[in-house]
């Protein structure tokens, strides 16, 4: 294979691997999903035979996902889905698994980071895991002789299924794909808790402001910007909303929180965190309206939201001011800061660790019985964009429920007849 | 027609109408969304020659909805939904209108309450407005020769709609219905706003007491039970919440909520509110648990949830200890205070007076939007339960929003581009 | 006496206590903090021989005081402490009562009720219990020569303290008084959690308006403005603040809350809740800013924080349009609604029940032992202002945590020597 | 003078320099506040001829102090106040300017500690700046020679006023003192928001876990603790709350947190925050109750909280797991991990910055004045602890709400005059 993976690209591999493995255990410890899952797994070997390839963060949630596919019995090729995200230690502890091949590396070019992807497939997959589309995209365009042999896949995140539905229908998705980031389980815990909770935590960190009593724009009403929204109240900010859909912004407004176009907005935020998963969110008039020492986050799947060219364009000087912040500086001498250069905030700042570790077990514990789904039943599903079944969502919110000792009610017999019932009067 | 209309049953009718008409007025003035379609129903008259029977809770709001049918042109007959929710004042108010019939009227028995909904059915209505699902109901097992001039009609509660989908999936709704509860602009304003914030404003009216520092327990954690928790929360109550269904248990869980089942749930409550829709959420084993002085509500819409069968059983005496409160003093001494029979609190309390204006101003919008297009386009619609049309409900968002002066963003070619596409790599 | 009792006032009065009578024990079965002390002071008797004037609010919970203080031995003598805040049947009902005379009805004009304050003084009290200071200001001025056989009193609310303050400051307060209000038990749980609730409760139930998504005024950020601010925002209001100070502007800020002067809020409210215990917080410059249908209400002790002779200078009209709500209309069409005459809200509107039972429960615990303090050791206080001895608040804050079942944690030896001591290093 | 400076201990002072520089720009430019008061002190030069030692947590929000201090016209001499908090880079750059020494160092031992202190004590001091007492004990037990010429100090923390307050009750205090800490902007602002929000950014960025539906156990209700539970709630944390004083475990209990002893708390808990400025607040019957995996963290100034040595005597093994966390592992295989080495976790652990910048500008803006005050009107003191004089502290306020944009109102002459009467009725 013409690709290096990452411990060949490793000065000091061994302490990489040793740093990572420490990483990787302490993720271990508090995933209990995962735990049970990896226990089923490690038993039945669900997935013996089978051949993985995946695009994701690699850092050590991913790494546990990672390794209990592997302990099901799969070879696993794992890369990145982002130049920046990448955990090098980490990366190179699971590269030193015999069952896994890491290609991925942080801070790599667009040609290293296509090379990587392109790499993974060379492993001639079965199974595909994505985050935000790559993998599909790759094989469609450049490997379509393994989608016979690929029996589907699961797809992480909004921007990627939002991708593969498009794809869906133009009738040029080939295979069949969960889309793990729609179900209840992965929008409600990983989009809201998730990122809510570290783009604020990273936000914090990266720039030593502070939330209370600051204006916290807040691009999109979705999931993601809910928990933004929901979590910078929750630090004693003032939270202005923008959206684009009327029953978003109402329900916004209804919240009680500032509801009003971007163009307004930028002249009252402190702090602006984009969530919209579009393009251009952020742009020169909005540049042009914004306060002196402002800060720009976002938390979106791609780069693309807040546009920096523009805001090049714009500026008479660019230079970093802290790790992770870089000032533009605009001809009246205002100042602009904008995080991890617009990359996603809580897997691109320099202090990142992504998502919580407890999120990513209960998102991670989908993709796992998913992958499990798909080698088992994959017949039973058509080429297209597929929802995640119900009750495999359902089993993983009782494993995790099990796991935190929270206890619910059963129905009595007289309630499901009650519930499935219609003669009953007032 | 044998019913009496609710002015032939008052002692002072003309008291009673300028009451309610006083109370109608107050709501027009604060359902900005019905204000709007009152200009334009009125000015186009599209429900000219149409029928509509109505069950719902005769109030203040729902008289406002009313009258906007009536001015698009219809002829209304309406009755109650619940033989405790009527305002007689109100009715009569309704009831002096020529083109309307009002039969609703508060505290009747068993016999009344269905006399009255056939009485409206006498009108041979084209289009059925229920709230629970009695009017459709009735028209099925008793008056099936309606039915071939039904239109359509509209159901807005949850409980409603799943007597209709039950009957649906039996085969046996034979026109088409609204399910109106179910778009995103009911379930999020109506139930979570206004069943909220309505249920706590009545149980503190109704016994003076506080929510900072109680226990309060929430069954169900559904829309109503949401905003029911959200709401006590907000009023400084520590929440606990019981559950059924593992996901929701556990979105409750990741909230910040206390979860339990209600065996344990019984001991440690000060409040409880049932807003589940099945039956059978507190009964024996639980009261036995309970300790002196609870307070028992219910916010769902059939007054099964509290089994005060079971609860009459155990006690030694009841007696009512203030308006709307009846105590059950068990053999032990405890006193377990039930509010309102059990029934839907924020309709049926001495104070009540039902949902805020503007929460069921948005409800009512869409309902009045739904009747409408039954008119029109009827014929598009099988027999069966059916989510209503998407861009129904987004217009009302945007009236809505237009009327409180909130503006939002629109999307560029470009954007919209950009969320249709998914070539677009990292 | 030339004045007459409440009983002697009514046609019917013991439809009257009896009505009162339940009242009455529903409050002290949800008073257990006043349960405990009844039982202390019914079998100590340590009010034996004396005579205590009150003015105050009466209505239920007040009632339980009045009761214990009788129980402990002492003769009451009750009357109103605002011509709009008495129920009735209560007053009825301790009237009915041998140990209290009660002269409390609602609905007097200024005459009759300072008549009424002027016949408890007949009783020659020993000890005065106020809210609002009227009795301390009758006494001073009309009743000197009581002063000498007087050993103190209690002052409930901001506003008092505030009068008693500024006479003390001028050498005029000629016995001692407990400043009861500004105990922490007394500011934090009636004025934060008291007001906030009951504030917000009213208002809803008398307008059958809600708070989510609506821009709620709150004028002034002292104890009672908090609490209503944080209630509101609890039940998803957007909340605006005025402040004077800017201190508290600040600290209103720091919390997320918008924060402006009137002039600027009055154009952004919907509903506006005066706090500050300030005459002319809202005047004619604001209402002239202010939207069509918005709604004030005061929260503050008096009824001179919205300036309503200015508001009647720029109507048109004024009329009733539901109970407690009068609608001023002013020449260019808008509508100003005033509840309950901009008198406190929570004791003043058509369907008020005053502060929650429990947070009164607390502040008449206070009230309680302070009056037994006076008694007692009312020698070691001179003529003056004197806050609550730490002991007593701190013996209230226990009883009530043992009646709700909370235990809390004990200092070890090797603790207390450390809070003490000074010379540990880092 | 024996102790060497910060820049003569460095490898490479230069690249040391230029980092610390740049951070303290950054500080610098969010901290409005310290700007004016730079822009007058820069000016007027109050501090003229005066030497002033500091013992703090040196890092770029302090430099900043420090900086504006010396732009004043004083002399400063600096050292940490913490063994773990020095940011050498920053203690570097503070160094290299001409009116600044910097003995400040990085992970000291406790001999180098103390030596530091007294380095800064050879510069004669006329004015110290504390922050936890350390200057002022050193003073007294072994520099008694410079009270004389010491025309006073200020004190930053709740721990540091504490001991000055022991030392003054036994009469061994023998300068004046500011308790900068008890000033409501003070405890407000940096003890609410600065230690609520930094000590949960820092903990959720040392382990990557979350807080939504982790049950956080904060261990003191004061202003610390209030603001950590404020904060943990807001991350949709299950918060509990320990406390020793029973009007804040009410308080608490009132807020809705779930209040109880430690010992019971120790079984609930994931994740422990003690605030109490108290030693042994988790000790060996605590860490005996822990589930496994449960995360320890102190916010109190001293790390006596979290007792380390009875942790150490109950484990088999400890060692560190992640940068900043050490597991210990009991004899049953349960693993506790403590943050920091239980010092306070956001100004000790691996990824520590403090307090938010905005939050010091506060803390420090009335810092500046305090130390100008103490220079211009020393005189007007007492040797002893000295609240702020409450004009300073407004005028802090002022000058942040002015420079955040943010208007209040006035008091017109009649409010004024009505505040101070008390003639006026009801």
Partial sequence: MSHLTIIEQLDDPEEARQSGRKKIEWARQHMPIMTAVAEEFGAEKPLDGEVIAMAMHVE???AVLTEVLAEAGAEVAITGCNPLSTHDDVSAALDANDAITSYAKREVDEEEYYAAIQATLEHDPTVTVDDGGDLVMAIHEDYPELIDSIVGGCEETTTGVHRLRAMDDDGALRYPMFAVNDTPMKRLFDNVHGTGEASLSNIAMTTNLSFAGKTVVVAGYGYCGKGVAMKAKGQNAHVVVTEVEPRSALEAHMEGYEVCPMAEAAEKGDIFVTTTGNRDVIVEEHFERMADGVVLANAGHFN?????????????SRREVRDGVEEFELDDGRRINVLADGRLVNLASPVAMGHPVEVMDQSFGIQAVCVREMVEN??????????????LDREVAEIKLAAEGVEFDGLSDEQVEYMGSWQHGT
């Fill in 60 to 62: 050590a949630k991913t």
């Fill in 304 to 316: 693309v939201e807040i546009n920096l060219d523009e805001l090049d364009d714009l500026a008479v």
């Fill in 378 to 391: 994959g017949d039973a599903y058509d080429a297209g964009v597929h929802d995640v079944p119900d009750d």
